[in-house]
């Protein structure tokens, strides 16, 4: 508790010092595969952390852990202070969005449309109000609209509002599940493989992109395979082997250490994407 003069927000805002995301310990096993082993990680307000490591190694499967995707058989959760319920609206509630390595659009509604929904997480209005469709639902709805164009604006998109998702080059794909989660306010942005399928161009747009949406104030924790990517990005860069981590720092940290060389890196870094790192399975991601 805090004194009667402190600031109204101290009781329910975090101290500088606190991680705006603590995962700890966090463990899932499927049967007798322990995909993710006993993981930590902290981000930061206002940071960029990577997190990378070879085909398999559980980085899809610890973002569905943060996400409420799936249940963590052990460890927690803990956003802006509180253990998340593993809920995924609840997750979204509370302020964390995320994009999928395989892109989850709605094929046959309009790129805006698919903002909006994105947006439906912040919206108030009821389903009698949606039915009656009165002077709340149409306000709310306009106040949806524009946000969503505003976002399509950010991501580069406006021009294509009225198209169908399904007729969107990749690259826009990837950008429009990136609006779409931003479209929930959140305070925490996950990105998994966001430039898988992009053209080295497309890729270094993606980076400004990121950049642009950590100085409007989102957190970003991002796989990826690309090393460029990651490394020009990332404040810090965590590496997961077989479901554990096993290096976490800044570039020089992680490019040195000898397991990440023998685990993943293999020779010196070129700067590119690691050849045969690219997903082969895409099963429920
Ligand atoms: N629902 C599930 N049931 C059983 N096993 C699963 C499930 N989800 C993931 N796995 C297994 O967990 C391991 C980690 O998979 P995961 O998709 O998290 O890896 P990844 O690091 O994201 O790999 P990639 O770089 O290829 O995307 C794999 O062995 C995978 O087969
Ligand atoms: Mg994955």
Do not use: W
Not at 190 to 206: F, K, V, Y
Not at 230 to 243: E, H, K, P, Y
């Amino acid at each position: 508790m805090t004194t009667s003069n402190a600031p109204a927000t101290a009781d329910t805002a975090p101290g500088p010092a606190e991680p705006l995301l603590d995962v700890s310990g966090v463990t899932m096993r499927f049967g007798g595969l322990t995909a993710v082993n006993s993981v930590s990680l902290t981000v930061g307000r206002g940071e960029i952390i990577g997190l990378i490591g070879p085909n398999g190694a559980g980085k899809t499967t610890f973002f569905n852990c943060l996400t409420g995707l799936y249940v963590p058989t052990e460890g927690t959760v803990t956003y802006q202070g509180t253990v998340l319920p593993p809920k995924p609206h609840l997750v979204t509630q509370a302020g964390i969005a995320r994009t999928f390595q395989n892109i989850r659009l709605f094929a046959n509604m309009t790129v805006l449309e698919n903002v909006q929904v994105g947006r439906h997480s912040r919206m108030h209005q009821g389903l009698f109000s949606a039915v009656l469709r009165g002077p709340g639902y149409r306000r709310s709805e306009a106040e949806s609209r524009e946000r969503a164009m505003e976002l399509l604006e950010f991501t580069g998109l406006a021009g294509k509002a009225d198209h169908l998702a399904r007729n969107l080059p990749y690259g826009e794909q990837r950008k429009l599940e990136i609006a779409r989660a931003l479209a929930s306010d959140p305070g925490l942005l996950l990105l998994d493989e966001p430039t898988a399928g992009m053209n080295p161009q497309e890729t270094r747009a993606a980076e400004e992109l990121v950049f642009a949406i950590r100085d409007r104030g989102v957190s970003v924790l991002v796989i990826e395979h690309d090393m460029r990517f990651i490394f020009n990005l990332c404040d810090r860069t965590a590496v997961l082997v077989q479901g554990q981590k096993i290096v976490e720092g800044d570039r020089e940290t992680v490019q040195n250490d000898e397991r990440v060389i023998t685990a993943y890196l293999g020779a010196p870094l070129e700067g590119t994407a690691i050849e045969g790192t690219a997903p082969v399975t895409e099963t429920d991601q």
